[in-house]
């Protein structure tokens, strides 16, 4: 089958935009998941430091065919920080999805507030190119708000969690959330689908893109993603990291337009939907420890303002 791969490179290399001879090498990744998994190749040309192309490869189309889509309207808008989509098909007994490969390589270093802005800015900067063309649909409300509240205050048997719920319900208002602009968001935006080049930041992984279009959900996902190894909550987590949070959710509610009492709204809703869309998509042990954290957001509101938002 890599010799099939290869040809297809090979044979569409003018197509695609892509060098037409030289020597194309691969290496071969794993990409497991409890939840799911494929293979990816990463073609490198005449030696080259970083992939030209990537190849996802896939047992069934759906995965495949929906990152593709993805990929395509995302980069339409946004592509400065988004791999080039090339090709999604069939090849024998697999599903292939071909984009180009993006300079970089998941960040290592240390979080300085300098790292922090930067990703911040690359956040907001997708984020502002996405606005406006989210697929206007009827029952956003219910979508981004009733039903991930109705799945959590459900799941567990902490009282501050349903009366936490009930709060925010009241809060957000359907007429509240008229008022919020609908961004598609990555959806998965976690540091290890972040590559850096210097100081240019890239996205990849796009397959849960649009799956809920509440803004800032990628930041709060992203910046918890920071947090969270540390344990469940401001007690625990790394006081230095903490002391930049305000100002990384300040910077984005101002480079979106949105108001200051916002974020604290939208934080609890990022919560309940990155809980209702894991417990949705049948990854059990991530929502059972992702409960836990929002468990002690109320129970500690007070602490959790501290470390998101300014006094």
């Given at each position: 089958m890599i010799s099939e791969w290869k040809a297809c490179l090979a044979g569409n290399a003018a197509q695609w935009g892509m060098p037409e001879s030289g020597d194309w090498r691969f290496l071969l990744y794993n990409n497991y998941h409890p939840h799911c998994s494929d293979m990816d190749l990463f073609w490198f040309h005449n030696g080259g430091t970083y992939p030209r192309a990537v190849t996802k490869i896939l047992r069934e189309p759906t995965r495949?065919?929906?990152e593709f889509a993805n990929l395509r309207q995302v980069y339409a808008f946004a592509s400065e920080w988004v791999p080039r989509p090339l090709h999604f098909g069939p090849q024998g007994r697999f599903w292939t999805l071909w984009m180009e490969g993006v300079p970089g390589a998941?960040?290592?270093g240390s979080l300085t507030p300098e790292v922090l802005q930067s990703m911040t800015a690359a956040v907001s900067g997708i984020h502002r190119a996405l606005i406006g063309t989210?697929?206007?649909s009827e029952g956003r409300w219910q979508r981004v708000v009733a039903a991930p509240l109705e799945s959590l205050a459900a799941f567990g048997d902490a009282a501050a969690v349903r009366e936490g719920c009930d709060r925010i319900r009241a809060r957000a208002s359907a007429e509240w959330l008229d008022g919020v602009p609908e961004i598609p968001q990555h959806g998965d935006l976690y540091a290890g689908n972040l590559l850096v080049d210097g100081d240019r930041w890239r996205v990849v992984d796009w397959e849960g893109f649009g799956l809920t279009d509440l803004p800032a959900y990628d930041l709060y996902t992203l910046l918890l993603s920071l947090l969270r190894p540390d344990g469940h909550g401001p007690a625990e987590w790394n006081a230095r990291l903490m002391q930049q949070m305000p100002s990384l959710v300040e910077a984005y509610g101002k480079?979106?337009?949105?108001a200051?009492?916002?974020?604290p709204v939208l934080l609890t809703l990022t919560l309940a939907n990155w809980f209702y869309l894991q417990w949705r998509d049948g990854r059990?042990?991530?929502s059972e420890r992702l409960y836990r954290t929002i468990q002690d957001h109320f129970e500690h509101e007070a602490s959790w303002e501290r470390v998101f938002f300014s006094a």
């Open positions: 495949g065919e929906r998941p960040f290592q989210a697929v206007k480079r979106i337009g949105l200051a009492g916002d974020m059990t042990e991530f």
